[in-house]
């Protein structure tokens, strides 16, 4: 029998194709793209619209940026 604990834990344990923002290591996961490479866009577009800052640490708007593969990067 699963403890209340850990049942709460995967209750709240959202997809990643689900999520509106994702972490630098999660997009890295996602998209299949380094977390350096992902790091330095950021660093080089600190103003771009796939960017939400929670503080002083990037989230990366998942459909936003899909866009922003699509369109701008053709080779990564």
């Known amino acids: 029998m699963m403890k209340e ?4 834990v995967d209750k709240y344990d959202i997809p990643l194709w689900r999520k509106y923002t994702l972490s630098v290591q999660e997009a890295s996961k996602y998209f299949r793209i380094g977390d350096k490479k992902l790091k330095k866009l950021i660093d080089e577009n ?3 619209d ?10 990366i708007k998942r459909k936003v940026f899909e ?5 701008k990067l053709s080779a990564i």
Do not use: H, K, T
């Open 50 to 59: 796939f960017i939400l800052w929670n503080g002083s640490r990037p989230q």
């Open 67 to 71: 866009q922003f593969v699509d369109e």
């Open 5 to 8: 604990q850990e049942m709460n």
């Open 46 to 48: 600190p103003d771009a």
